[in-house]
């Protein structure tokens, strides 16, 4: 478990460690992108690339392993290369948590544009509080191999004091959205430059935090896009649930559970009522060590920074009873301008163009039961069910990378999202019928290396 602790960090809460600026050698180059301007970009610069896949982005600078490291599995395999223009540069903003190119300047992104194009273009924003690398592996990877253009933005604040932008409770969570907002905007702009006509397809994807972002886009702003692919979308409601729900419950019960004493069992059921379920015990301990306790505080003091004062995201490992301690955060019994901050950014589930959800049966930072489970139903509620699929991955956890520790129990959604992903580009382009909402079963008699790449929908 040591060396995935090394580099597994939460999609929530990651931490970015800076890349050193590209080799200007590797900068400019003869292919006719000169002319490429991003809108409302002070500030970019474009890079002629024999490879846009981390392969060869690893070497020249133009993407930042930390800040993909954790999010899949090792054995995940790289496409061949991709050859094309790569535009790095940041939008007009006031922060300065994001220094990779050296550069201190929020709102950075990032565009890629491969030689060999169909007609796509791909939208994605950070999971948890990482940069515009982050999901590089994951999703870049693929997507520029099948020939799409890609966009990804930091969401215009990073790490895990977040907090700290934005004028009021919220307000760096709201920022996130309108990122991607702008993003979409501009590359579309400069995709309809560079290959001198429009996207015939924009999809946005991305996980968890990223997963929240593609459910509002799609809420509030479905003229943009054709679809979108919601991996494991934090879930942000008004009259909840929410993390700020669950994981007080966590924090409370797990140590008691952890002791074994007389009160084991009960703090046990505890855990499962809040979300966390039976079967998914083996994932408690490093979740309680890495996860919950610093997403619980650091989205706290986002959304309610007057319950421990002047102190920044409370007290670490507190126990409950003492002052201020995020193990006994009560969020139903706060103030109303704390359930008015969550409102400002909350989802609806009145999304106007089709969405394909997929959430692991083991996620135990983001429960499918007080996430996933409840959006579906807020999609339906709507009357929007039509537009929406839903895949319940059987042994899927939030964090694919966990998949090497316990092959054996867990499995990898990165295969399943591309499985949705291909789903909604069939029926975009030909108008197939999307795979039926369902529990996908782990297949049996499936070796943990041929899962890699493996997930069937149907």
Known sequence: MRGLITITMSLLLLVPVAVSPPAEAREGGDCGADHLRVPAAPHQRIACLPDLTTAGTVHTGHTDPADWAGLTQEALPVPEAVPGVQIDGYFRDDSTTNTNHGLDHDAQFVLRLPDDWNGGLVITGSPGNREQ??????????VLARGYAFAATDKGNTGARFFTDGDRPGAAIAEWNARVTELTRAAKVVVTRHYQRPPRRTVLTGLSNGGYLVRWQLENHPELYDGGVD?????WVEDGPTLLDYLPRALTAYPRYADGGADAERAHAELVAAGFP??????????????????QRIYREEIDPSFDGETEAGTPYCEPGSPACDADYDYAGRPREVHEAVERIGLTGEIGK????LHGTLDVLLPIARDSDVYADMVRARGRGALHRYYRIED????????????ERLRALTPCHRAAFVALEAHLSDGAVLPPSSTVPRPDGVSPRELVTRCSLR
Request: net charge negative; charged share 20%.
């Open 133 to 142: 690398y982050a999901n590089d592996r994951v999703i870049s990877d693929w």
């Open 231 to 235: 991996w494991e979308g934090t879930l």
């Open 278 to 295: 039976e079967g998914s015990e083996f994932l408690w301990p490093y979740h309680h060590r890495y996860y919950w306790d610093l997403t």
């Open 354 to 357: 089709p969405l394909l959800t």
């Open 396 to 407: 899927g956890t939030h964090t694919d990378a966990l998949v090497d520790v316990f092959p």
